[in-house]
């Protein structure tokens, strides 16, 4: 799914940007633009991060092991200050 990013909410547009620009191209220098400096990340595959330096470590990790990782959004519905998003990564 291809977002019309004009069309697409602050809230939506940072979800958009944490999958498709960050992890999809382990761009880690966009991690100060998403997450304050002592935010805590919990991992998919276990590990519970804190702070940037950690959770770039994490992208890298992550990104370097999976050859050509990328995902697909295919939807993101807004409800308040929350963005709930469904995925399919591959």
Do not use: C
């Not at 940072?14 to 880690?28: E, I, N, P, S």
């Not at 633009?33 to 990790?61: K, M, N």
């Not at 050859?67 to 939807?75: A, G, K, Q, V």
């Amino acid at each position: 799914m291809e977002l019309d990013r004009r069309n697409v909410s602050q809230r939506k547009e940072m979800v958009r940007r944490f999958y498709k620009d960050m992890w999809d191209h382990a761009d880690v220098g966009l991690i100060p633009e998403i997450f304050h400096p002592d935010f805590t990340f919990r991992g998919s595959l276990g590990p519970v991060l804190v702070g940037h330096s950690q959770f770039a470590d994490y992208v890298r990790w992550v990104t370097d092991s999976l050859e050509r990782y990328t995902s697909d959004i295919l939807d993101l519905i807004e409800e308040g200050n929350r963005v709930s998003g469904k995925l399919r990564f591959h």
